[in-house]
């Protein structure tokens, strides 16, 4: 009786050490997406009144909770049943994301001339300012199921030859740290500001060198927000067309075939450029009709 029991503790013990070492492997492999994932999320969490930074932040992850409750049933119900559909729904989110890469260019160099202010200036009318929240969040949710399907389907891939139960704990526990890791992460550089302000607030209390540190390295940090609130608007934009691209050279052989003259780098950001001016130029074909229409 003892014996057995001490087997199913070994048994227990072997099957935790396969899944932390296949969760390794996992996260190998989804880093750089995990990695475009943070560029593009920190983007479209910017932007905010500095009151709203953490409630629009909560809800953005919140919905990315969602997005995992969702798509984890589904994929490993298409991976034991449907595999094949798994690339056309990787590709098509691969358009979306290429698309809105190239829609931040198009607007960057042909910009609006009623382009609308930050939602952080335009404080004047409550109303609107949670409109265009819901607007910014909903965005960012559904760039965050896109990212969230490949993160999914690169950490099922990897472990497809284990047993299901193995995927299903693999890939979730992949799936949660990395939505708490990504937006944990956001939250802190949306929040450097204020964290500077709070180190300057300190170097009060002391004198010579701590107060030195303190004070600079505070002023460092409520100075670097806005350069890092740019920045992040141009890498974000770079992690879309590059996690699209990607998409489509790893993902359609032509293609990878096409392309295998040019460094992978290049060739996944001059995928998702061609794609992404493509779709912009039929989405910007068609929307007349549709608007005419409505």
Do not use: C
């Not at 094949?84 to 198009?106: D, H, N, Q, R």
């Not at 956001?186 to 303190?214: H, N, P, Q, T």
């Not at 295998?260 to 989405?283: Q, R």
């Amino acid at each position: 009786m003892t014996g057995g029991f001490f087997a199913i503790l070994d048994d227990i013990g072997v099957l935790l050490d396969d899944t932390a070492a296949m969760s390794k492997v996992a996260v190998k492999k989804t880093a750089g997406v995990l990695g475009d994932d943070l560029a593009v999320n920190a983007e479209k969490a910017a932007g905010f009144h500095a009151s709203r930074e953490l409630p629009v932040l909560w809800a953005i992850t919140k919905g990315s909770f969602r997005n995992k409750v969702i798509l984890l049933p589904i994929a490993f119900l298409l991976s034991a049943f449907a595999p094949s559909w798994i690339i056309p729904i990787l590709v098509i989110g691969g358009v979306y994301l290429s698309y809105e890469g190239a829609e931040k260019i198009y607007k960057y160099f042909f910009p609006s001339q009623h382009h609308p202010k930050p939602l952080a200036e335009t404080v004047e009318n409550e109303d609107d300012l949670l409109a265009g929240e819901d607007k910014k969040i909903k965005s960012a949710i559904l760039t965050d199921f896109i990212l969230s399907i490949e993160i999914i389907v690169i950490a099922l891939g990897t472990v497809a030859h284990q047993s299901i139960m193995m995927q299903v704990t693999i890939v979730t526990t992949i799936a949660i740290l990395a939505t708490i890791g990504v937006y944990g992460i956001v939250a802190l550089i949306v929040r450097m500001d204020d964290m500077g302000f709070g180190l300057i607030e300190i170097s009060k209390r002391f004198i010579g060198w701590r107060k030195f540190a303190y004070q600079n390295t505070g002023n460092i940090l409520v100075l670097g927000l806005p350069k890092v609130v740019k920045a992040l608007a141009v890498i974000g934009t770079i992690a879309m067309l590059l996690v699209g691209g990607g998409i489509f050279v790893h993902n359609i052989e032509p293609l990878h075939h096409a392309l295998t003259f040019l460094p992978m780098l290049l060739a996944e950001l001059s995928s998702g450029l061609a794609i992404g001016f493509f779709a912009l130029g039929v989405e910007k074909l068609l929307s007349p009709a549709f608007h005419k229409g409505s």
